[in-house]
């Protein structure tokens, strides 16, 4: 059996070391953090693409790199209950290349107009000591305005837990993903390991997020367990049934990848998770392409 921490990955690790944080910050851990500026409360988050931008590279994907930069932020502030209102981005590379920034650029432009986000920065570091010619990596940094507080006390036995689609993989899980796959693999299946990261605009309507849902979880590391913590108090649980995921799944558990193991890694095809009003399931779910997958007990 392969598993994600085989490829170099400790998971639990990460998830103790956020717990100590959280003993010195209490802002820390959530999908956004909230600052108060006298009667304005402002949002904000940073992530990067992980290890998925090695085989981005390699494959000439720039564009996507940077759809993928854009969705794993703007995904955290709308899982807060944030409406993104401005980017930036860090590229760190050992000699800047300008046709590859470019695309990069582009594809961040491509995201952020999906959020009607602004993009208000763009760092360039040439650090030649620290990345080989041909080498980048990438941060974003994103802000916006709160628009809903979700309370987990709110969520009762009953409720309903829905879920909108992903795209694929995402942008979590790569190092598994490089480690079950050899470099003929990728390049066979490439459109379906190397799809961008869906971004989740749908869940903001006219400016507001529908009144019918009382909690959302980005599916990113950690896979869909690991969301349902961060959706459900301790004392509840949930009784879903997950959708035939997409072909890629079956791919890497192909691979020797036990499914156990996959829902501790991957998103399995629900990139954003919610537990909705039973009486509002119906219309949120119409207003946002979301599916019922099962109830909170």
Same mark, same amino acid.
């Given at each position: 059996?392969?598993?994600? !921490?085989?490829?170099?990955?400790?998971?639990?690790?990460?998830? #103790?070391?956020?717990?100590?944080?959280?003993?010195? +910050? &209490?802002?820390?851990?959530?999908?956004?953090?909230?600052?108060?500026?006298?009667?304005?409360?402002?949002?904000? @988050?940073?992530?990067?693409?992980?290890?998925?931008?090695?085989?981005?590279?390699?494959?000439?994907?720039?564009?996507?790199?940077?759809?993928?930069?854009?969705?794993?932020?703007?995904?955290?502030? *709308? %899982?807060?209950?944030?409406?993104?209102?401005?980017?930036?981005?860090?590229?760190?590379?050992?000699?800047?290349?300008?046709?590859?920034? $470019? !695309?990069?650029?582009?594809?961040?432009? @491509?995201?952020?107009?999906?959020?009607?986000?602004?993009?208000?920065?763009?760092?360039?570091?040439?650090?030649?000591?620290?990345?080989?010619?041909?080498?980048?990596? /990438?941060?974003?940094?994103?802000?916006?305005?709160?628009?809903?507080? +979700?309370?987990?006390? &709110?969520?009762?036995?009953?409720?309903?837990?829905?879920?909108?689609?992903?795209?694929?993989?995402?942008?979590?899980?790569?190092?598994?993903?490089?480690?079950?796959?050899?470099?003929?693999?990728?390049? #066979?299946?490439?459109?379906?390991?190397?799809?961008? @990261?869906?971004?989740?605009?749908? $869940?903001?309507?006219?400016? !507001?997020?529908?009144?019918?849902? #009382?909690?959302? %979880?980005?599916?990113?590391?950690?896979?869909?367990?690991?969301?349902?913590?961060? /959706?459900?108090?301790?004392? /509840?649980?949930?009784?879903?049934?997950?959708?035939?995921?997409?072909?890629?799944?079956?791919?890497?558990?192909?691979?020797?990848? !036990?499914?156990?193991?996959?829902?501790?890694?991957?998103?399995?095809? *629900?990139?954003?998770?919610?537990?909705?009003?039973?009486? &509002?399931?119906? &219309?949120?779910?119409?207003?946002?392409?979301?599916?019922?997958?099962?109830?909170?007990?």
């Amino acid at each position: 059996m392969t598993t994600y !921490k085989d490829s170099g990955v400790d998971v639990e690790g990460a998830e #103790k070391l956020v717990r100590e944080l959280k003993k010195r +910050f &209490s802002s820390v851990g959530g999908y956004a953090g909230v600052v108060e500026t006298g009667s304005t409360r402002i949002a904000a @988050t940073c992530d990067g693409v992980g290890t998925k931008i090695l085989l981005l590279k390699k494959f000439g994907l720039h564009e996507t790199a940077g759809i993928d930069l854009v969705a794993m932020n703007v995904n955290d502030l *709308i %899982a807060g209950g944030v409406k993104p209102v401005f980017f930036m981005d860090y590229f760190a590379c050992g000699r800047l290349e300008e046709d590859v920034f $470019l !695309k990069v650029i582009n594809g961040i432009e @491509t995201g952020l107009k999906q959020v009607g986000c602004a993009l208000l920065g763009v760092e360039t570091a040439e650090m030649p000591d620290m990345y080989r010619d041909g080498e980048y990596d /990438l941060a974003g940094f994103s802000c916006g305005v709160p628009l809903k507080e +979700f309370d987990m006390g &709110s969520v009762n036995r009953g409720d309903i837990i829905a879920g909108m689609a992903s795209s694929g993989v995402h942008s979590n899980g790569f190092s598994l993903v490089r480690k079950v796959f050899n470099e003929e693999e990728v390049e #066979k299946y490439r459109d379906i390991i190397l799809a961008p @990261t869906r971004i989740y605009s749908e $869940l903001i309507i006219d400016g !507001k997020i529908p009144s019918g849902i #009382k909690n959302l %979880a980005h599916v990113t590391g950690g896979g869909t367990n690991r969301a349902l913590k961060r /959706l459900l108090p301790e004392e /509840l649980s949930a009784d879903i049934s997950l959708p035939e995921p997409p072909e890629v799944f079956s791919l890497i558990m192909e691979r020797g990848v !036990k499914p156990a193991e996959m829902e501790n890694v991957f998103n399995m095809g *629900i990139g954003m998770l919610m537990v909705l009003d039973e009486n &509002s399931a119906d &219309s949120v779910c119409r207003l946002t392409g979301a599916k019922i997958l099962g109830k909170v007990k």
